[in-house]
């Protein structure tokens, strides 16, 4: 297999998961060593008092 085709994300093994409704969580989770920090909005858009923490996220990221 030709490993210049493939996707960065391909040869990351440790993928960590931060909610978006804990943006306290990020500078931990990017000095965790993970290979990748994924940022799950899903839950900050399902919880009305999580909206505000929305424009934390859009300057953070």
Do not use: C, H, Q
Request: no cysteine; glycine share 4%; charged share 20%.
């Amino acid at each position: 297999m030709n490993t210049s085709t493939l996707s960065p994300l391909a040869t990351v093994f440790t993928f960590l998961f931060v909610p978006a409704t804990r943006p306290e969580r990020l500078a931990k989770a990017l000095g965790s060593g993970a290979g990748a920090v994924i940022v799950d909005l899903e839950m900050l858009w399902r919880r009305p008092e999580s909206l505000p923490r929305a424009s934390i996220w859009r300057r953070r990221l």
